[in-house]
C-alpha cells in the first residue's frame, strides 16, 4: 500500500504561480509511474501531468503544457507541481497519484489516489 498526501494548495491570483507538493509513504515509489489530476467543480477528473519512475520522461495535458512542470524526487519519497501562468480554468482539487501503466493518461490506471489540495485561481 501507497499512502499520498498532498500539499501546497490554495488561492493564487491569474498569471500568478503555486506548487503543490506530494509526500508518499508506505513503499518507494521509485517503481511506480507518478502524476496529477484534477477535478474542477461540475466537471469530470482529468489528467494533468506524469513522470516515469526513473525521472526521465513527463507527459502533460494540453491545457498545461508550457505552464506546469512536474518532478519527483524518489530518494524523499516525494513529487511536486510547479504551476506558473495559471488560469481561473486551472481552478480544482489537485490529485496525487500512482499507476504501474504508462503513459498515464486516465483515471482507470491510477493505483493509488492521494486525497487532493485546492487550489483556486481568481481572475
Known amino acids: 500500500q501507497v499512502q499520498l498526501v498532498e500539499s501546497g494548495g490554495g488561492m493564487v491570483q491569474a498569471g500568478g504561480s503555486l506548487r503543490v507538493s506530494c509526500a508518499a509513504s508506505?513503499?518507494?515509489?521509485?517503481?511506480?509511474?507518478m502524476g496529477w489530476f484534477r477535478q474542477a467543480p461540475g466537471k469530470e477528473r482529468e489528467f494533468v501531468a506524469t513522470?516515469?519512475?526513473?525521472?526521465?520522461?513527463?507527459y502533460y495535458a494540453d491545457s498545461v503544457k508550457g505552464r506546469f512542470s512536474v518532478s519527483r524526487d524518489n530518494a524523499k519519497n516525494t513529487m511536486d507541481l510547479q504551476m506558473n501562468s495559471v488560469k481561473p480554468e486551472d481552478t480544482a482539487v489537485y490529485y496525487c497519484?500512482?499507476?504501474?501503466?504508462?503513459?498515464?493518461?486516465?483515471?482507470?490506471?491510477?493505483?493509488?489516489w492521494g486525497q487532493g489540495t485546492q487550489v483556486t485561481v481568481s481572475s
Open positions: 513522470v516515469t519512475g526513473d525521472t526521465r520522461t513527463t
Open positions: 497519484v500512482a499507476s504501474t501503466r504508462w503513459p498515464l493518461e486516465t483515471s482507470d490506471q491510477v493505483v493509488y
Open positions: 508506505g513503499r518507494t515509489i521509485d517503481r511506480y509511474v
